[in-house]
């Protein structure tokens, strides 16, 4: 059974800085592409920076610049560094993964992830 667990989220305040982990379980082949998504209480979940497995990254414009997204293959395990946060990026944050090709063609698309962790909530004070 496939389980994406994500961690590291908290309370922080405008400039700040916060680093969101996803431990991947269960899968013994290679994720094509992992992501992190957000979602904001009322809004849709949006895509917030995505890798594949070539190493290939995509970042909201939102977040070009601040956010970092990388990965362990060893650890199996997706990162996200978020510097100089705003009060816009508080939302729940999900790790999202799958391993079909196709995905890296919309790989910000929400609807295009087969797995889901249970997300980590991120809120900025200004």
């Known amino acids: 059974q496939v389980q994406l667990v994500e961690s590291g989220g908290g309370s922080v305040q405008a400039g700040g800085s916060l680093r969101l982990s996803c431990a991947a379980s269960g899968y013994t082949y290679k994720w094509y592409c992992m992501a992190w998504f957000r979602q904001a209480p009322g809004e849709e979940r949006e895509g917030v920076a995505a890798?594949?497995?070539?190493?290939?990254?995509t970042y909201a414009d939102s977040v070009k610049a601040r956010f970092t997204i990388s990965k362990d293959n060893a650890k199996a395990t997706l990162y996200l560094q978020m510097n100089n946060l705003k009060p816009e990026d508080t939302a729940m944050y999900y790790c999202a993964a799958d391993s079909r090709p196709l995905v890296a063609n919309r790989p910000l698309s929400a609807r295009e992830y087969t797995y889901w962790g249970q997300g980590t909530q991120v809120t900025v004070s200004s």
């Open positions: 890798i594949s497995s070539d190493g290939a990254t």
